[in-house]
């Protein structure tokens, strides 16, 4: 099986602008879970999408905002980028949400993000 | 609310020597803890977990972690250590219910492996 893809792998955008982010989940895996991780906050939920519902949400800004199609892939958005932006996105696959199963996550490589 | 502490940001190893890597929890109810590693440029890879059971769990790469309920803690473990195993390892924890599949991670342990 082919792993998690992540798109583009590297960006370079500027303050003000927007960008959007692309995750293919394992096959057969419906839940995606994107994470920022930055060296001084390290790895940070933003959300997680099931069957194209948002199904829970860290705590940032609404200028980050997701969505899931019926294929279960997955973009991520942010507007109005700031430099506190830059990190490394990262999104991982799950074959179903939770429900006190305990499935690991599956990590794709990660797009990153620089935002001057 | 969760919290994962580990409390070293890096551990340095000989080869062959057996290496530890610290996590201690916070979960409200029973939690499910795992590590993972990252490895330059690189996404996170999923070594173990534990669910329940036995307090040592083994996982890949002849990596283990030891789960201790009392001193909430979930240490990772490896009893002869490779130049190879040096990367960024993360613990994480979620409840058993309730939060999905959200992983709280903690800030990260830097294993250096040298000859």
């Known amino acids: 099986k082919a792993g998690v893809t992540q798109t583009p792998r590297y960006l370079i955008k500027t303050r003000g602008q927007q960008v959007t982010l692309s995750c293919s989940p394992i096959?057969?895996?419906?839940?995606v879970s994107w994470y920022q991780q930055t060296p001084g906050q390290g790895l940070q939920f933003l959300f997680e999408?099931?069957?194209?519902?948002?199904?829970n949400k860290g705590n940032f800004p609404g200028r980050f905002s997701g969505r899931q199609f019926s294929n279960s892939r997955s973009e991520m958005n942010v507007s109005t980028l700031e430099l506190g932006d830059s990190a490394l996105y990262l999104c991982?696959?799950?074959?179903?949400?939770?429900?006190?199963?305990?499935?690991?996550?599956?990590f794709g490589p990660g797009t990153r993000l620089t935002v001057l | 609310a969760q919290s994962v502490a580990q409390p070293e940001d890096q551990v340095n190893v000989a080869e062959g020597n057996p290496l530890t890597v610290k996590c201690t929890y916070s979960?409200?109810?029973?939690?499910?803890l795992f590590w993972y590693v990252q490895y330059p440029n690189r996404g996170l890879q999923f070594l173990l977990k534990?669910?329940?059971?036995?307090?040592l769990v083994k996982g890949s790469y002849g990596f283990e972690a030891e789960f201790n309920k009392s001193q909430t803690s979930f240490h990772l473990k490896k009893p002869s250590a490779l130049v190879s195993d040096s990367a960024l390892y993360f613990c994480?924890?979620?409840?058993?219910?309730?939060?999905?599949?959200?992983?709280?991670f903690g800030t990260g342990t830097q294993l250096k492996v040298e000859l």
């Open positions: 991982a696959s799950s074959p179903i949400l939770s429900g006190g199963a305990a499935n690991e996550q599956f």
């Open positions: 096959s057969g895996h419906r839940s």
């Open positions: 999408y099931f069957s194209e519902t948002q199904r």
């Open positions: 979960v409200s109810g029973n939690p499910y």
């Open positions: 534990y669910i329940t059971g036995d307090n």
């Open positions: 994480a924890v979620r409840p058993v219910t309730g939060g999905g599949n959200k992983l709280t």
